[in-house]
T-cell receptor
Framework: DAKTTQPTSMDCAEGRAANLPCNHS???????VYWYRQIHSQGPQYIIH???NNETNEMASLIITEDRKSSTLILPHATLRDTAVYYC????????????FGIGTKLQVIP | DVKVTQSSRYLVKRTGEKVFLECVQD?????MFWYRQDPGLGLRLIYF???????EKGDIPEGYSVSREKKERFSLILESASTNQTSMYLC???????????FGPGTRLTVT
C-alpha cells in the first residue's frame, strides 16, 4: 500500500473552512484515498473516500489532484466538535482490506 | 446504526494472566479487525478475520492470538499478558465489498 504524509497538527478558526492536506506520491491506479477521524476517547469514524474524482458528502469534501499524488479534505465550516485526529489512508482495492493508519493530523478548532 | 460493542471499556490485569477481549457486531459484516493504539504510534493492526474460523496476521501479531467461532464475534487473546501490552485496543468491522470500517469504543487495558 502507498504511504501517506500528513502534517502533525493544524489549527482552524471556528466557522472557517479546514483544509487538511495529504501527500501520497506513490499511489497506484487501483488504490483509493480514505479519510477517517478520531475524536478523543472514541474509535475512528469513516468520513469520505475517493479514487480520482472529487467527492462530497454531508460531512466533508475530498479534492484529489489530477495526478492523484495528493489530496485535501475540506470541512467547510469547522465547529469545535470537529477537533480530532484526521487520518488519510490509501487502500488497495484488491486486497483483504488490511488498512494501515498512520499518525494523522491533529486538528484543533479554535473558538 | 452500526453497533460494534467491546466487552469492557477499562480492564486491569496482572503480568502473566490470560486476557480475553471480545468484540461483537450486529451488522452481519464479514470482516473484523483488532488494532492497538499507542501514543505516537497511531493505530496498528494486530489481526483480522474475513470469515468464520479464518484469520490473517496484521502488522504486530506477536504475543496475541484470535478466535472467530461465530460471524458476529471476534476475540483477541493475550496468552500471557505483559506490561508492554498495556494499550488501547480497538475492534472494527467492514462488509465484504466495502473498505469503510466501523469501530467499537475501545478497551483500555492496563497490565501491571
Amino acid at each position: 500500500d502507498a504511504k501517506t504524509t500528513q502534517p502533525t497538527s493544524m489549527d482552524c478558526a471556528e466557522g472557517r473552512a479546514a483544509n487538511l492536506p495529504c501527500n501520497h506520491s506513490t499511489i497506484s491506479g487501483n488504490e483509493y484515498v480514505y479519510w477517517y477521524r478520531q475524536i478523543h476517547s472514541q474509535g475512528p469514524q469513516y468520513i469520505i473516500h475517493g479514487l480520482k474524482n472529487n467527492e462530497t458528502n454531508e460531512m466533508a469534501s475530498l479534492i484529489i489532484t489530477e495526478d492523484r499524488k495528493s489530496s485535501t479534505l475540506i470541512l467547510p465550516h469547522a465547529t469545535l466538535r470537529d477537533t480530532a485526529v484526521y487520518y488519510c489512508i490509501i487502500i488497495y482495492s484488491g486486497g483483504y482490506q488490511k488498512v494501515t493508519f498512520g499518525i494523522g493530523t491533529k486538528l484543533q478548532v479554535i473558538p | 446504526d452500526v453497533k460494534v460493542t467491546q466487552s469492557s471499556r477499562y480492564l486491569v490485569k496482572r503480568t502473566g494472566e490470560k486476557v480475553f477481549l471480545e468484540c461483537v457486531q450486529d451488522m452481519d459484516h464479514e470482516n473484523m479487525f483488532w488494532y492497538r493504539q499507542d501514543p505516537g504510534l497511531g493505530l496498528r493492526l494486530i489481526y483480522f478475520s474475513y470469515d468464520v474460523k479464518m484469520k490473517e496476521k496484521g502488522d504486530i501479531p506477536e504475543g496475541y492470538s484470535v478466535s472467530r467461532e461465530k460471524k458476529e464475534r471476534f476475540s483477541l487473546i493475550l496468552e500471557s499478558a505483559s506490561t508492554n501490552q498495556t494499550s488501547m485496543y480497538l475492534c472494527a468491522i467492514s462488509g465484504w465489498s466495502s473498505y469503510e470500517q466501523y469501530f467499537g469504543p475501545g478497551t483500555r487495558l492496563t497490565v501491571t
